[in-house]
C-alpha cells in the first residue's frame, strides 16, 4: 500500500463539528448545583456560573492537582459586589492564619482552602439577582482564576 491508495476512504469519513458556541453554552448552563474543579496550573474549568435567584446554591470545589494546599492551595470565594478585587486579594495574600480569607465580611460565601486531590461542599442562600465576582485567594492565584457568578 502507498499513499495514493487507489481505494479512497476520505468518502466514508464524516466529521462533526461541533460550534464554539454551543461548547461554551452547555458550560455555562443554569443549575443550583455547581461542581467547580481547579487545578496545579491555576485554573478554574468554569468562568462563568450561573445560579437562579431566592434559591439555595450547592456548591462543590475539586481540587484535581497534586500538590499540597501550603504550595498549591485553592478555594472558591464569592465576594460581595462592592468590593475592589484587587483590594481583596492584597489583602488576603496577607491573611494566611485564616486560610487567606482576610478580616472584613466581604464574602458571601466561600470554601476551605484545598491541596490536591481534596474538595469541599458548600451551601448558601443565592444573593440578588446580578453578577458577581468569585476568586481563589490564595496569594497570586486571583488573576488566572477569576469569573463571574450570575444570579438571575
Do not use: W
Amino acid at each position: 500500500m502507498s499513499c495514493n491508495n487507489s481505494n479512497n476512504t476520505k468518502e466514508k469519513f464524516q466529521y462533526e463539528r461541533v460550534k464554539e458556541e454551543a461548547t461554551s453554552v452547555q458550560s455555562n448552563t443554569m443549575s443550583n448545583n455547581v461542581i467547580l474543579n481547579s487545578n496545579d496550573q491555576m485554573k478554574f474549568d468554569k468562568k462563568i456560573i450561573r445560579v437562579n435567584a431566592n434559591q439555595k446554591v450547592t456548591l462543590t470545589l475539586n481540587h484535581n492537582g497534586r500538590f499540597p494546599a501550603s504550595s498549591m492551595g485553592h478555594n472558591f470565594v464569592l465576594i460581595k459586589k462592592d468590593v475592589d478585587v484587587n483590594e481583596y486579594a492584597l489583602r488576603a495574600a496577607g491573611a494566611r492564619n485564616s486560610e487567606y480569607i482576610p478580616e472584613g465580611d466581604n464574602e458571601i460565601a466561600y470554601t476551605k482552602m484545598l491541596g490536591g486531590g481534596e474538595s469541599d461542599t458548600i451551601t448558601f442562600d443565592a444573593p440578588e439577582p446580578g453578577t458577581y465576582v468569585f476568586i481563589c485567594s490564595f496569594p497570586g492565584h486571583y488573576q488566572l482564576m477569576m469569573g463571574e457568578f450570575i444570579v438571575t
